[in-house]
């Protein structure tokens, strides 16, 4: 399975950036695509996350980003954004999207060991 992260760049405070993850090799009936986020000095952690099986979403984020980000997913393109808003330099991290079959489904997994497969990160940098 590869994940191909793509959107990043330098934006202003107040601004916006759509992220892309791209995934192929493998197709999944059920998965959860999370994206996480890592700023210098810091350990990764969780922002968003889409879990499907077949059905609706099922969506969910971290606290710091929600109301100003938003994860969608195209299955037809098997692509997943990230539509970030309202940026803050606090924001300002590589982002890595990541994927899991089945096997966390169920438990909305928001810590990096839980996902099996890995993009390669994409640097976002809000400017104040």
């Known amino acids: 399975v590869q994940l191909q992260a793509s959107g990043g760049g330098l934006v202003q405070a107040g601004g916006s950036l759509r992220l892309s993850c791209a995934y192929s090799g493998r197709t999944f009936s059920t998965y959860v695509m999370g994206w996480f986020r890592q700023a210098p000095g810091k350990e990764r952690e969780f922002v968003a996350g889409i879990r499907w099986s077949g059905g609706d979403d099922n969506i969910y984020y971290a606290d710091s980003v929600k109301g100003r980000f938003t994860i969608s997913r195209d299955n037809a393109k098997n692509t997943v954004y990230l539509q970030m808003n309202s940026l803050k330099p606090e924001d300002t991290a590589v982002y890595y999207c990541?994927?899991?079959?089945?096997?966390?489904?169920?438990?909305?997994?928001?810590?990096?060991?839980?996902?099996?497969?890995w993009g390669q990160g994409t640097l976002v940098t809000v400017s104040s």
């Open positions: 990541a994927l899991v079959g089945a096997r966390w489904y169920y438990t909305y997994p928001r810590t990096p060991e839980q996902y099996d497969y």
